[in-house]
């Protein structure tokens, strides 16, 4: 990967998804004493760490969605942690694929913002492995969507091995900004959310000229607006941009560089400008997104290309609660699942 070299490789031919990979999956070094740990090609789980070497030890920033990819990667960092243990972790957001590892660091400091921690259980592990186990039963209900949702579900989650994972959310928290100061090494934390998720932040190591964003910049991937305002993910990205970074390692996909950044921005601009006008006609948000998506000017964009575009369904949903008009969603469990056969119906017609 350009301005990137190969430390350890898993050997992969296939992604976790059954896609060609664009990159290989392991462990770069992406500047001195910094290493990105890449997953391609970037969907679902298919998360980004990061492994910061300060002196004698390193940070981790994020972990795995179970604990069999954490230790996996574990294996392969093992000629960097070998002289330089792991000593602290960070956690830039609340999504389990960010943080469901942490639990094979509890005897760790563990640091992330305040409403991370106040997010971290709101989706336990044990909802993830009852739905590896309804998508089997989902995909023979052929009716209201309800078996492409089964389709949509098992493709997603099958990789991951979800028992045994306990949600151990991070004891250091903070608001606003903090910098960790380890060694002559300086982590500049700044909360960025709610935008992404509720707690988002963007880890800054500024001698180095490195920014991990967390899931405020997807690369080859659509992004998600899980919590919004979607404002806030514009804002954040252009905070990275502020910061001139030499190099961006993004939540998801591969190595970034400030042409990435400004693809989102126009992506959400973009998503803004077409969507509400359909929303202000009374489309709700999954006829609206079938527009969208079917139309000539989605495809005419160079985002057309990217991984999920389904996603734009979630981010629709959020964007309707900011505008304060209505989604149909129902509450609780049973509405999560409704808003996953929805999504789901959408990437099955596009």
Same mark, same amino acid.
């Given at each position: 990967?350009k301005?990137?070299?190969?430390?350890?490789?898993?050997?992969?031919?296939?992604?976790r998804?059954?896609?060609?990979?664009?990159?290989?999956?392991?462990l770069?070094e992406v500047?001195?004493?910094?290493?990105?740990w890449l997953?391609?090609?970037g969907?679902?789980?298919?998360?980004?760490?990061?492994?910061?070497?300060c002196?004698?030890?390193t940070?981790?920033?994020?972990?795995? =969605?179970?604990?069999?990819?954490?230790?996996?990667?574990?294996?392969h960092?093992?000629?960097? !942690?070998?002289?330089?243990?792991?000593?602290?972790?960070?956690n830039?957001?609340?999504?389990?694929?960010h943080c =469901?590892?942490?639990?094979?660091?509890?005897d760790?400091?563990i640091? $992330?913002?305040r409403?991370?921690?106040?997010?971290m259980h709101h989706?336990?592990?044990g909802?993830?492995?009852? &739905? @590896?186990?309804?998508?089997?039963l989902?995909r023979c209900?052929?009716a209201?969507?309800?078996?492409? &949702?089964?389709?949509?579900?098992?493709?997603?989650?099958r990789?991951?091995?979800?028992?045994?994972?306990?949600?151990?959310?991070?004891?250091?928290t903070f608001?606003g900004?903090?910098t !960790?100061?380890i060694?002559?090494?300086?982590?500049?934390?700044?909360?960025?959310?709610?935008?992404?998720?509720?707690?988002?932040c963007?880890?800054h !190591?500024?001698?180095?000229?490195?920014?991990?964003?967390?899931?405020? !910049?997807?690369?080859?991937?659509t992004?998600?607006? =899980?919590?919004?305002?979607?404002?806030?993910?514009?804002?954040?990205?252009?905070?990275?941009?502020?910061?001139?970074?030499?190099?961006?390692?993004p939540?998801?996909?591969?190595? $970034?560089?400030?042409?990435?950044?400004?693809a989102?921005?126009?992506y959400?601009?973009?998503?803004?400008?077409?969507?509400?006008?359909?929303?202000?006609?009374?489309?709700?948000?999954e @006829?609206?997104?079938?527009?969208?998506?079917?139309?000539d000017g989605?495809?005419?964009?160079?985002?057309a290309n =990217?991984?999920?575009?389904?996603?734009?369904?979630?981010?629709?949903?959020t &964007?309707?609660?900011?505008?304060?008009?209505?989604?149909a969603? &129902?509450?609780?469990?049973?509405?999560?699942?409704?808003?996953f056969?929805?999504?789901a119906?959408l990437i099955?017609k596009?």
């Amino acid at each position: 990967m350009k301005g990137a070299r190969l430390i350890a490789g898993t050997g992969r031919t296939v992604t976790r998804m059954g896609e060609a990979p664009l990159y290989e999956e392991g462990l770069y070094e992406v500047a001195p004493d910094t290493h990105a740990w890449l997953v391609p090609n970037g969907s679902w789980g298919e998360t980004n760490l990061g492994l910061v070497r300060c002196g004698d030890q390193t940070v981790l920033i994020d972990t795995c =969605w179970d604990l069999h990819f954490t230790r996996e990667m574990l294996r392969h960092a093992e000629p960097v !942690l070998r002289e330089a243990p792991i000593t602290r972790v960070v956690n830039t957001h609340a999504d389990g694929d960010h943080c =469901w590892g942490n639990q094979l660091f509890a005897d760790l400091p563990i640091v $992330a913002t305040r409403a991370c921690v106040d997010q971290m259980h709101h989706h336990p592990p044990g909802q993830l492995r009852a &739905l @590896q186990w309804g998508s089997k039963l989902f995909r023979c209900v052929p009716a209201a969507g309800v078996d492409g &949702l089964g389709r949509y579900m098992g493709d997603m989650l099958r990789p991951y091995r979800f028992g045994g994972v306990q949600v151990t959310p991070a004891r250091e928290t903070f608001t606003g900004e903090t910098t !960790l100061e380890i060694g002559d090494t300086l982590l500049h934390l700044v909360e960025v959310g709610p935008g992404h998720t509720d707690g988002d932040c963007i880890v800054h !190591l500024p001698q180095r000229g490195v920014v991990f964003t967390g899931d405020i !910049l997807f690369v080859g991937v659509t992004p998600v607006a =899980w919590a919004g305002p979607v404002s806030r993910i514009v804002e954040a990205l252009g905070r990275v941009l502020a910061l001139a970074p030499r190099v961006i390692v993004p939540g998801h996909g591969p190595l $970034a560089d400030v042409r990435d950044v400004q693809a989102q921005i126009g992506y959400w601009t973009w998503v803004q400008a077409s969507l509400e006008p359909l929303a202000r006609q009374g489309l709700p948000p999954e @006829q609206a997104c079938q527009r969208l998506l079917d139309g000539d000017g989605f495809r005419s964009q160079s985002f057309a290309n =990217w991984l999920a575009p389904e996603r734009l369904f979630t981010s629709a949903c959020t &964007l309707y609660r900011e505008w304060g008009l209505p989604t149909a969603s &129902l509450p609780g469990p049973l509405g999560a699942l409704d808003h996953f056969r929805r999504q789901a119906r959408l990437i099955l017609k596009t």
